[in-house]
């Protein structure tokens, strides 16, 4: 079987920290590879709050995703706190990706739970279409 690689970019712009929640975990007494995407969007949420957006206005523009890959590399358990690290590439005039690199420290050892790409594309919901990225949000993808 094909595996999925993903090459996570740098540097990383931003990071956060998320708990697993005991809502998290599923029957295999782990995190869901779900709650992992749930988790996903939590900490592309809080990334674009930081920079002052939303995925419904980037200034301009909102945002639409276009694919979701995730590589799991380890369990993650309750009672972890997963330390999510943002970096982006591929910027296009119209599209970019954003890379997830996910851990946790468990004894003393930070643990790669899993890697993640967003493919985003820049949107305008009214007009049903793909739109360029709008100049203040290039500028907040290029630092």
Known sequence: MARVKIDIATPSLFSTQIPVRITDV???????????????????????????????????????????????????????????????????????????????VRNGITVTVAQAKTGMVCYDYTAKKVVAIPAAFKKFLSH
């Open 26 to 104: 599923n029957y295999g007494n782990h995190v869901g590879n779900d709650a992992l995407v749930s988790m996903v969007h939590e900490a592309r949420m809080q990334w674009l709050t930081f920079g002052g957006f939303s995925e419904l206005d980037v200034k301009g523009a909102a945002l639409i995703m276009g694919d979701l890959a995730v590589a799991y590399k380890s369990e993650s358990f309750y009672g972890d706190i997963l330390d999510f690290s943002i970096s982006v590439d591929g910027i296009t005039s119209v599209s970019f990706e954003i890379y997830y690199q996910i851990t946790t």
